[in-house]
């Protein structure tokens, strides 16, 4: 089976729930060097802590680094990937959580989702220097196919972050680009909402979907990993959604 011996992978949004998961996965499955980044100083050096603790426990030939990035600012985003240097992978799940309640939503306040998830994403995969082989990976989600009512504008983002993607496989080709779309996964994003209530919405979520689960971070991962490991994949998103769109 393929791995990912050997390789450099750069992660935005690595530092907690599916990104951090990738990095773990990347170095189980012997990259040589994961690097990952997000805005939280302490996020970052947590994350790291935990990966070389991975790495040690594993007896893993890879080594971990971490960097602090403001995602909104584009200056930001070419310095970090300027200071990685050649990459073989990048992988974006940065983004703020997408606001929902349209059409009662002030539409200037939701802008910094479009920044991070669109702008943030074009921008690394404009300035990174990647290596033959290489790919980028970048992230929407289950309401991009299927739009939930108040869901507008985190349709558009989602929709919009899907087309670039398909225009990057052809103009950055032969390096790859793919879109992974997860649908509910059990992340800290979730920490923001109610104990009581967040398991309700994830009862109700687990007896409608055909796996009668929902995703941890670990299984959303192996995705990820296939597109980067997969060298005849380009220009695709990938449903990772337990059925979602089914029911």
């Not at 790495?55 to 985003?77: E, F, N, W």
């Not at 991962?221 to 089914?246: H, N, P, S, W």
Request: charged letters at 20%; one cysteine or more.
């Amino acid at each position: 089976m393929s791995t990912l011996e050997g390789k450099i992978v750069l992660l935005i949004g690595g530092s907690s729930g599916i990104g951090f998961a990738v990095a773990k996965a990347s170095l189980l499955s012997f990259a040589s060097h994961v690097v990952i980044a997000s805005s939280s100083p302490q996020k970052v050096k947590d994350a790291v802590t935990r990966l070389e603790e991975t790495i040690s426990q594993k007896s893993l030939p890879g080594r971990a680094t971490g960097y602090v990035v403001d995602a909104h600012d584009s200056a930001a985003i070419r310095a970090l990937v300027t200071k990685v240097g050649e990459i073989d992978h990048l992988v974006w799940t940065s983004g703020e959580p997408l606001k929902i309640g349209f059409p009662n939503i002030d539409l200037d306040t939701v802008r910094n989702a479009f920044d991070v998830r669109f702008w943030g994403a074009l921008v690394a995969a404009q300035s990174a220097k990647f290596k033959p082989g290489g790919s980028v990976t970048m992230t929407v989600g289950t309401v991009v196919v299927k739009p939930r009512p108040t869901w507008t504008v985190a349709a558009g983002v989602s929709g919009a972050v899907d087309a670039v993607a398909r225009g990057l496989a052809v103009d950055l080709a032969p390096i790859r680009v793919n879109v992974i779309s997860p649908g509910i996964v059990k992340t800290e994003l979730w920490d923001t909402i109610p104990p009581a209530q967040k398991e309700k919405i994830w009862s109700q979520a687990e007896a409608t979907l055909l796996v009668k689960h929902l995703c941890e971070p670990e299984e959303i991962a192996e995705a990820y990993l296939f597109v980067m490991k997969c060298g005849f994949i380009t220009g695709q998103r990938l449903e990772v959604d337990g059925g979602f769109k089914y029911v």
